[in-house]
């Protein structure tokens, strides 16, 4: 049984499985100042580890960031485990060998009567539950999910997952040791994709919904989540990194894990792509071609240079409109004040989770006048604006043209709900407001998690108050009654705080303990 004493530091850690994942736990680890012990069943992978590392910490010993001193001091701390019950004088394994339940249990149930019984037993399973693995111990207590992130040492984040059966003390020792090791320990409930895995699934997902309603290309998608959004990466281009062995596997288990959610479900776009071998970047084709592993990323369109015309600026959104009227203003163009807009105007909307289409009868404007914007991050680097199928084709040049007058680039979409930007900001925020509901983590965790883990320009609550919470909830409510998809139902936290005004961060509940 697992000691109900003080939580102590762990000092010597094994590690089952010398892969990639295996290799950077060891090389944290050891620089943590922990004796590390590698047992792998395949013979000279042992070595071929401690002889990567160790290069590694000689690389940066010639660039000086650490000492040949201490060169020597950690590769001293790697010893190989000739056998499995090599490992007993350990008081932490982590095994991180195949992503399968039935290998998993099968060797946490050898190690279990090799280790003392104070020694815990870390799974860096990133797919199956905690709770799961541990079931077939005989002490549960001893069994916690420890979630790295590949390349280990780069991505500075750790998820520590308690099983349902798991002590609070192998908790708060394994939240230490990730901390020790230099990386931000999340902790998270034993839930399907945990806490980061499960908070990404929005952005691909979404942006294949996107896709498929034919609304834009997948450069023009990855160019507004990069340009407007913020984001390192488009969601295709990231498609394309990880591949579609990988993405899609991911996508459809965590779909199924969830009793198929309607927020999580995958696209049959990927599955027929999966199908083809397009799998990205490694089959050098993917939703883009790859020449010598460089992306071929297509020209963006020319947009022609149009005669500036009356500019009519719907007042649904006050401050959205005063800023297209400060843009017409600079560019030159005439701008009608009057309530309604003359026959000869170009009519600019500023709608949230609407289509132009929609916006435009709503107002009782002729939509063959209208160009919708979207105005949810402004009009800093880049703008975009779609059309109804109706829109006169010289108005919807002059709109490109006006919104492209100062050089900013400019993107195209046909008539959508919510544009690209906003569906998939909205989708991000949602899910992640809904992690914070179910209380799979606390809301600063959830954050810095999503920040750390998958890069994005904001965690979900903060994005979302940083947007306004009440114009997510907007675009939300419009997507959810346009379509009646309820992937689009909005998160009881983000409704109540909305409704509230209260930041999305906010972890207060009422309740009192």
Same mark, same amino acid.
């Given at each position: 049984?697992?000691?109900?004493?003080?939580?102590?530091?762990?000092?010597?850690?094994?590690?089952?499985?010398?892969?990639?994942?295996?290799?950077?736990?060891?090389?944290?680890?050891? +620089?943590?100042?922990?004796?590390?012990?590698? &047992?792998?069943?395949?013979?000279?992978?042992?070595?071929?580890?401690?002889?990567?590392?160790?290069?590694?910490?000689?690389?940066?010993?010639?660039?000086?960031?650490?000492?040949?001193?201490?060169?020597?001091?950690?590769?001293?701390?790697?010893?190989?485990?000739?056998?499995?019950?090599?490992?007993?004088?350990?008081?932490?394994?982590?095994?991180?060998?195949?992503?399968?339940?039935?290998?998993?249990?099968?060797?946490?149930s050898d190690l279990e009567v090799i280790v003392?019984? $104070?020694?815990?037993?870390?799974?860096?399973?990133?797919?199956?539950?905690?709770?799961?693995?541990?079931?077939?111990? +005989?002490? =549960?207590?001893?069994?916690?999910?420890?979630?790295? &992130?590949?390349?280990?040492?780069?991505?500075?984040?750790?998820? /520590?997952? =308690?099983?349902?059966?798991?002590?609070?003390?192998?908790?708060?020792?394994?939240?230490?040791?990730?901390?020790?090791?230099?990386?931000?320990?999340?902790?998270?409930?034993?839930?399907?994709?945990?806490?980061?895995?499960?908070?990404?699934?929005?952005?691909?997902?979404?942006?294949?919904?996107?896709?498929?309603?034919?609304?834009?290309? =997948?450069?023009?998608?990855?160019?507004?989540? /990069? $340009?407007?959004?913020?984001?390192?990466?488009?969601?295709?281009?990231?498609?394309?990194?990880?591949?579609?062995? /990988?993405?899609?596997?991911?996508?459809?288990?965590?779909?199924?894990?969830?009793?198929?959610?309607?927020? &999580?479900?995958?696209?049959?776009?990927?599955?027929?792509?999966?199908?083809?071998?397009?799998?990205?970047?490694?089959?050098?084709?993917?939703?883009?071609?790859?020449?010598?592993? +460089?992306?071929?990323?297509?020209?963006?369109?020319?947009? /022609?240079?149009?005669?500036?015309?009356?500019?009519?600026?719907?007042?649904?959104?006050?401050?959205?409109?005063?800023?297209?009227?400060?843009?017409?203003?600079?560019?030159?163009?005439?701008?009608?004040?009057?309530?309604?807009?003359?026959?000869?105007?170009?009519?600019?909307?500023?709608?949230?989770?609407?289509?132009?289409?929609?916006?435009?009868?709503?107002?009782?404007?002729?939509?063959?006048?209208?160009?919708?914007?979207?105005?949810?991050?402004?009009?800093?680097?880049?703008?975009?604006?779609?059309?109804?199928?109706?829109?006169?084709? $010289?108005?919807?040049?002059?709109?490109?043209?006006?919104?492209?007058?100062?050089?900013?680039?400019?993107?195209?979409?046909?008539?959508?709900?919510?544009?690209?930007?906003?569906?998939?900001?909205?989708?991000?925020?949602?899910?992640?407001?809904?992690?914070?509901? +179910?209380?799979?983590?606390?809301?600063?965790?959830?954050?810095?998690?999503?920040e750390l883990g998958l890069g994005y320009p904001?965690?979900?609550?903060?994005?979302?108050?940083?947007?306004?919470?009440?114009?997510?909830?907007?675009?939300?409510?419009?997507?959810?009654?346009?379509?009646?998809?309820?992937?689009?139902?909005?998160?009881?936290?983000?409704?109540?705080?909305?409704?509230?005004?209260? =930041?999305?961060?906010?972890?207060?509940?009422?309740?009192?303990?």
């Open positions: 049984m697992v000691s109900e004493s003080a939580p102590s530091p762990f000092t010597t850690l094994g590690i089952v499985g010398t892969g990639a994942m295996g290799r950077g736990i060891a090389q944290l680890a050891a +620089q943590a100042g922990l004796n590390v012990m590698l &047992f792998d069943v395949r013979k000279g992978a042992v070595e071929e580890a401690q002889h990567f590392i160790t290069g590694l910490w000689l690389r940066s010993a010639d660039k000086q960031r650490i000492s040949q001193a201490q060169v020597q001091q950690y590769s001293e701390r790697l010893t190989e485990a000739s056998e499995l019950t090599a490992l007993a004088t350990c008081d932490i394994v982590v095994e991180a060998i195949v992503e399968k339940l039935e290998a998993k249990q099968g060797l946490f003392s019984q $104070d020694a815990v037993l870390a799974t860096n399973t990133s797919s199956l539950s905690v709770t799961a693995i541990a079931a077939a111990c +005989q002490h =549960p207590e001893r069994v916690i999910g420890f979630h790295f &992130f590949n390349p280990v040492p780069l991505m500075k984040i750790v998820e /520590v997952i =308690p099983g349902l059966r798991t002590a609070d003390t192998v908790t708060q020792r394994v939240n230490a040791l990730g901390t020790a090791m230099g990386h931000f320990t999340a902790q998270a409930t034993d839930t399907p994709g945990f806490l980061v895995n499960h908070a990404g699934r929005a952005f691909g997902t979404e942006a294949l919904r996107v896709l498929s309603e034919s609304v834009a290309d =997948p450069a023009t998608i990855d160019r507004i989540m /990069v $340009d407007q959004g913020g984001f390192r990466m488009g969601p295709f281009t990231l498609l394309d990194l990880t591949g579609l062995d /990988v993405s899609h596997a991911v996508m459809e288990s965590v779909y199924h894990q969830y009793y198929e959610e309607p927020r &999580f479900r995958p696209s049959p776009i990927t599955r027929q792509r999966l199908s083809a071998g397009l799998l990205g970047r490694k089959t050098s084709e993917g939703f883009y071609r790859y020449i010598d592993g +460089q992306q071929q990323m297509p020209d963006e369109l020319t947009i /022609v240079a149009a005669s500036p015309c009356p500019v009519w600026i719907s007042q649904d959104d006050p401050d959205s409109a005063a800023q297209l009227a400060e843009l017409a203003s600079t560019a030159g163009w005439p701008l009608e004040r009057a309530e309604h807009p003359s026959a000869e105007a170009l009519c600019l909307l500023t709608p949230l989770g609407e289509d132009t289409t929609s916006c435009a009868l709503r107002q009782g404007l002729n939509a063959e006048q209208c160009v919708a914007i979207d105005m949810l991050a402004g009009l800093d680097k880049r703008r975009s604006l779609m059309a109804s199928p109706i829109t006169r084709p $010289d108005l919807i040049n002059a709109a490109a043209s006006l919104l492209n007058a100062d050089g900013t680039p400019v993107s195209t979409l046909h008539d959508s709900n919510g544009f690209v930007l906003q569906r998939v900001v909205a989708c991000i925020v949602n899910v992640g407001a809904d992690i914070a509901q +179910q209380g799979v983590a606390a809301p600063a965790t959830i954050d810095r998690a999503v904001f965690g979900p609550l903060r994005m979302g108050d940083h947007y306004g919470a009440s114009r997510i909830l907007t675009i939300l409510n419009n997507l959810l009654a346009a379509t009646g998809d309820p992937r689009y139902r909005p998160s009881p936290w983000l409704r109540r705080r909305a409704a509230l005004d209260m =930041p999305l961060t906010d972890e207060t509940t009422g309740l009192h303990k």
